[in-house]
């Protein structure tokens, strides 16, 4: 059986859990229990405070792991990384209060900033050229600035509307961070085999997340040129429709693409434009 650490309650949890389950993986998860066995797949879900993941897999106690790159990155442990799983994408920032005027990095020369994250913004400021005295503190950073602790912090930002309501601004993007999935370096050929099965539909669900199914109806005569259009995994499938010379065709799209094919398949005749998600994508 594979060990998997996630984030027992916090901005992982969700994600993490919805990317198990879309792997049609299942398990009775109960906010009480921190440790829960899957019931058809081989796999024991550890629920952790997401600074501890890092450790326990380096360790082998957890055998893999769900963790941002922020704090994988902070504790030294990148060379775990698997892969990247697109969710939980956030920045760790540099912010001063609004008030104040800033022009470059170098006006943090000499000042004081407050992080979680000292290693990071160590080595950005190493890298910038800057000294700055470091206070590290656990949470809370957006506060420093307004009690006097310090006049800079660094923190993890997405939207940025903690900072505004601080009255603080972002200066200066330190690090870009996502979820990524981690492994321990020594797993046992058995347990390397699972780890392979569970990526096989970790990137079967994250391909079917980009795709959309398109289906459409089309004169024959202009099956080529909509064809053309549309990309597919291999050809689109075209289909007799009960209603003499016209067709049906049907292929996938990608979600990022999507509107400009379907302004140009519009415009070469296309009808009847049907998108539908996809659950799972095995190519
Ligand atoms: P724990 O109690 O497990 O230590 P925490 O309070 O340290 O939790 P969270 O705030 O739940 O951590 O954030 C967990 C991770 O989610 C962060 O390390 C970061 O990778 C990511 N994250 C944090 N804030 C955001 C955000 N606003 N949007 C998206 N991802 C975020
Ligand atoms: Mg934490």
Redesign the pocket.
């Known amino acids: 059986m594979l060990r998997l650490a996630i984030?027992?309650?916090?901005?992982?949890?969700e994600d993490s859990l919805n990317l198990i389950r879309e792997c049609g993986i299942s398990f009775i998860s109960s906010s009480l229990k921190l440790k829960t066995e899957c019931t058809n797949f081989p796999l024991e879900i550890l629920f952790?405070?997401?600074?501890?993941i890092p450790g326990y897999v380096a360790d082998g106690v957890a055998d893999i792991g769900i963790?941002?790159?922020?704090?994988l990155v902070e504790e030294g442990k990148q060379e775990l990384t698997v892969e990247k799983l697109g969710f939980?994408?956030?920045r760790l920032s540099l912010a001063v209060p609004k008030s104040v005027e800033y022009n470059s990095i170098q006006d943090l020369n000499g000042k004081n900033i407050a992080t979680?994250y000292p290693n990071l913004l160590q080595a950005y400021l190493q890298e910038q050229g800057v000294q700055a005295h470091i206070h590290t503190i656990s949470?809370s950073v957006e506060i420093a600035p307004s009690i006097g602790l310090a006049e800079a912090i660094c923190d993890?930002?997405?939207?940025g509307s903690?900072l505004i309501s601080n009255g603080l601004k972002e200066v200066e993007r330190v690090f870009k961070?996502?979820?990524a999935l981690i492994a321990t370096k020594d797993l046992s050929q058995e347990k390397r085999e699972i780890l392979e099965k569970l990526l096989f539909r970790i990137h079967a669900v994250q391909r079917a997340r980009k795709a959309k199914y398109i289906l459409l109806n089309a004169p024959n005569d202009k099956i080529e040129e909509i064809s053309d259009l549309l990309p597919s995994v291999k050809a689109p499938t075209v289909l007799p429709l009960a209603e003499e010379g016209w067709s049906s065709l049907h292929s996938v799209v990608n979600e990022d693409d999507f509107w400009e094919i379907i302004e140009k398949i519009k415009d070469a005749g296309a009808q009847g434009i049907l998108v539908v998600p996809i659950e799972k994508m095995i190519i």
Request: hydrophobic share 25%.
């Open positions: 984030q027992k309650s916090g901005r992982l949890s952790l405070r997401d600074d501890d963790v941002g790159e922020n704090v939980s994408k956030c979680s949470g993890i930002v997405s939207s903690t961070s996502e979820a």
